[in-house]
């Protein structure tokens, strides 16, 4: 393994009725001046915002509140939350939503306490300096963004879909209550199961190092999201197998399983550039990108996929090669996504050849990609011809 340093300080609320005992706690702690984040809605449809806002109302706390953060959460609505914060003296963020809603999250609490344009910090021109706490009701497994620093935002002014991490970010608190998955349409459900996938897939497809535990680890949540996806899909009110998704989206971003390695992450800068001009769902793009990634880059290290194919997949290696091997496990990849009624190409989407050389060039804009493969502007203009 590589030297490394973890440190996680997110509390985690997992499993039922945790809302109705903590979370007035947890607030409190930072203050009684709160902005509340959320979406499109679903969270005042599915009785979440009620129960939210009367237990804020009942242990005194005045909330003033951002609504209709988008799938892919844009600057503008970003710039909005800073402006609350700063009007209003917010003292606390709560999020409630998914991974969306949090990252929003995530870049107001930054901004609100930095003396610039947020936008620089995604650009790598400025470091952030501190930021607002933070705390989060997730009602969508998919990103992990519950319990890490990290966040993805859009400028939609100027096409880019860029992200940003920092130590002052980690959610102080997060919920995670099965329950509030229960209602989540059904593709929406399906782009959450590709993205913690891909998360898997971009650690495990790290910098070669021996690193015997965090691969097993890596595999054992990839075998469990292949095994409760279709149970949740099928019967959405299944507790357990929500509950499962939950932890796993958690667990394949929270940093536990990457400890000691350099994952990939080429897909997902490929995959921003195309929902940075299209505006079309992360998971989505990543079911997309993934498997036309592998084609392109399997002869870098067969045994790698080999692995995912006997490990994972349990394909019987007897008398197969490596690249055979590999072959089978990007085909079972493909066929996942497709069971799950996932996107298959870009034409899925509308999307042609008009602004590939585009995207292509933005992937690189901070220099080559990848680390199981460094990729330059070819390489990621040869894979979105893949995805066609």
């Not at 069971?339 to 050849?353: N, T, W």
């Amino acid at each position: 393994m590589q030297p490394f340093r973890f440190h996680n300080p997110t509390v985690l609320y997992y499993g039922r009725d945790q809302i109705e005992q903590h979370l007035a706690e947890e607030v409190t702690k930072y203050g009684t001046r709160v902005l509340l984040v959320y979406g499109g809605g679903s969270i005042k449809r599915n009785g979440l915002y009620d129960k939210v806002t009367g237990i804020l109302r009942g242990a005194g706390v005045t909330w003033w509140e951002l609504a209709g953060v988008e799938p892919n959460p844009r600057l503008t609505t970003v710039q909005k939350g800073i402006d609350l914060c700063r009007a209003h003296d917010i003292q606390l963020i709560l999020a409630v939503g998914g991974g969306s809603v949090l990252d929003c999250g995530k870049a107001i609490a930054m901004g609100a306490v930095f003396d610039g344009n947020v936008w620089d910090i995604y650009l790598k021109k400025a470091k952030p300096t501190g930021a607002l706490p933070l705390g989060t009701i997730l009602t969508l497994a998919a990103t992990g963004s519950e319990m890490n620093a990290g966040g993805v935002i859009t400028n939609w002014e100027t096409k880019e879909k860029i992200g940003a991490s920092s130590p002052y970010t980690f959610p102080k608190f997060s919920f995670c209550d099965p329950v509030n998955t229960f209602t989540v349409p059904r593709d929406q459900t399906v782009y959450g199961v590709c993205d913690m996938l891909a998360h898997c897939f971009e650690h495990y497809f790290h910098a070669k190092t021996h690193a015997p535990l965090q691969v097993r680890l890596i595999e054992s949540v990839m075998q469990t999201i292949l095994e409760y996806a279709p149970k949740a899909l099928e019967r959405p009110d299944d507790y357990d197998a929500r509950e499962t998704l939950m932890y796993c989206s958690t667990m394949a971003l929270n940093g536990m399983i990457s400890m000691g390695i350099q994952g990939d992450w080429a897909c997902h800068a490929i995959e921003h550039e195309i929902s940075a001009i299209y505006d079309i769902p992360h998971g989505g793009g990543l079911a997309i990108v993934f498997p036309n990634w592998m084609d392109y880059v399997v002869d870098t290290d067969p045994s790698r996929f080999a692995r995912l194919a006997t490990e994972v997949f349990r394909i019987d290696p007897q008398g197969r090669s490596d690249r055979d091997l590999a072959q089978a496990a990007i085909a079972r990849v493909r066929a996942f996504f497709r069971s799950i009624g996932a996107p298959q190409r870009l034409a899925d989407y509308g999307i042609g050849e008009e602004n590939l050389e585009r995207m292509a060039a933005q992937a690189v804009r901070f220099g080559p990609i990848g680390r199981f493969r460094r990729l330059e502007k070819d390489d990621v203009l040869a894979i979105l011809r893949r995805c066609l």
